[in-house]
Nanobody
Framework: QVQLVESGGGLVQPGGSLRLSCAVS????????ARWYRQAPGKQRELVAG???????NYKDSVKGRFTISRDNAKNTMYLQMNMLQPEDTAVYYC???????????WGQGTQVTVST
């Protein structure tokens, strides 16, 4: 059974930084591509960033230059470094790993990020 556990969320002031981690167990992270999603209250879940098995990354336009997705296959962990955080980044952040054609697909439980004074 593949399990994903996120950590690193919290409350931060505008302009601050957080680093989210997603630890994968039950299988090797190297087998999957990976993504970070977020869902703000009353809004649909949206894709924030993705990284392929080979390390190619892509980002939602509004986080480009501020967020960095990375992976450490040896540690079975993926990361989302978030800098220059803004109130509109407030959401529950979820990690997702998936195989070819999104099969299989596994999700973490989510971690809350709140950007506020």
């Amino acid at each position: 059974q593949v399990q994903l556990v996120e950590s690193g969320g919290g409350l931060v002031q505008p302009g601050g930084s957080l680093r989210l981690s997603c630890a994968v167990s039950g299988s090797g992270l190297r087998l999957f591509a990976a993504r970070w999603y977020r869902q703000a209250p009353g809004k649909q879940r949206e894709l924030v960033a993705g990284i392929t098995n080979g390390g190619v990354t892509n980002y939602k336009d509004s986080v480009k230059g501020r967020f960095t997705i990375s992976r450490d296959n040896a540690k079975n962990t993926m990361y989302l470094q978030m800098n220059m955080l803004q109130p509109e980044d407030t959401a529950v952040y979820y990690c997702n790993v998936f195989g070819q054609f999104n099969v299989p697909s596994y999700w973490g439980q989510g971690t809350q990020v709140t950007v506020s004074t």
